[in-house]
């Protein structure tokens, strides 16, 4: 029997966010200096969008965008994708694989509280990325690759993550 935990427990509880009109330039320098793949876009004090940095990728630095002249805006996923705190994890795990996203806004009578990730629920349940990643052709006793995130031994950002131990490794890590 799963315990019931809700999304408040895991929930990262300081989400870092972005207006609209910011340029990428300055939403890809918020993520770098505080180790963060995504920013919540917020306008009129609430949540409207998510700017990830794969929407950088594909959206500015593959077309050869200049990312100073860019605005999140243009560039954000709408509407942002949430969750209420009370919610239990395996519900956001649910949701996040309906959707194929790796990233919810936890949001509380219309207001910001968290945000929850692919990784904060693998790190409690590893076995739950079967769902989120709808990886059960796979099975439970066979090496699941390919996570994104940061690794939870040296921090380095990898889209190559490794579960070894119950931790999300990168390569150098899993390979020392």
Same mark, same amino acid.
């Given at each position: 029997m799963r315990a019931r935990? $809700?999304?408040?427990e895991? &929930?990262?509880?300081t989400p870092i966010t972005v207006? $609209?009109? /910011?340029?990428? /330039? =300055? %939403?890809? %320098?918020? &993520?770098?200096? =505080?180790d963060i793949g995504s920013l919540i876009v917020i306008e009129g004090g609430v949540p409207s969008g998510i700017v990830t940095e794969r929407d950088i990728v594909t959206k500015v630095a593959a077309p050869n965008l200049r990312p100073n002249t860019v605005r999140v805006r243009d560039i954000m996923s709408a509407p942002v994708v949430s969750i209420q705190s009370s919610e239990e994890v395996a519900? @956001?795990?649910r949701v996040m694989?309906?959707?194929?996203? #790796? =990233?919810? @806004? +936890?949001?509380? /009578? *219309?207001?910001?509280?968290?945000?929850?990730?692919?990784?904060?629920?693998?790190?409690?349940? $590893?076995?739950?990325?079967? +769902?989120? =990643?709808?990886y059960? #052709?796979? *099975?439970?006793d066979e090496e699941v690759r390919g996570i994104e995130g940061h690794c939870d031994v040296c921090g380095v950002y990898s889209t190559s993550l490794v579960l070894?131990?119950?931790?999300?490794?990168? $390569? /150098?890590?899993?390979?020392?």
């Amino acid at each position: 029997m799963r315990a019931r935990v $809700p999304v408040l427990e895991i &929930m990262s509880r300081t989400p870092i966010t972005v207006s $609209p009109e /910011d340029t990428v /330039d =300055r %939403a890809a %320098a918020t &993520m770098r200096t =505080r180790d963060i793949g995504s920013l919540i876009v917020i306008e009129g004090g609430v949540p409207s969008g998510i700017v990830t940095e794969r929407d950088i990728v594909t959206k500015v630095a593959a077309p050869n965008l200049r990312p100073n002249t860019v605005r999140v805006r243009d560039i954000m996923s709408a509407p942002v994708v949430s969750i209420q705190s009370s919610e239990e994890v395996a519900e @956001a795990a649910r949701v996040m694989s309906e959707r194929k996203i #790796r =990233r919810l @806004a +936890v949001v509380d /009578d *219309g207001k910001l509280v968290g945000v929850i990730t692919e990784n904060d629920i693998i790190r409690i349940w $590893p076995h739950l990325i079967e +769902v989120t =990643r709808e990886y059960a #052709r796979l *099975g439970l006793d066979e090496e699941v690759r390919g996570i994104e995130g940061h690794c939870d031994v040296c921090g380095v950002y990898s889209t190559s993550l490794v579960l070894d131990k119950k931790l999300l490794v990168c $390569p /150098d890590c899993h390979a020392g």
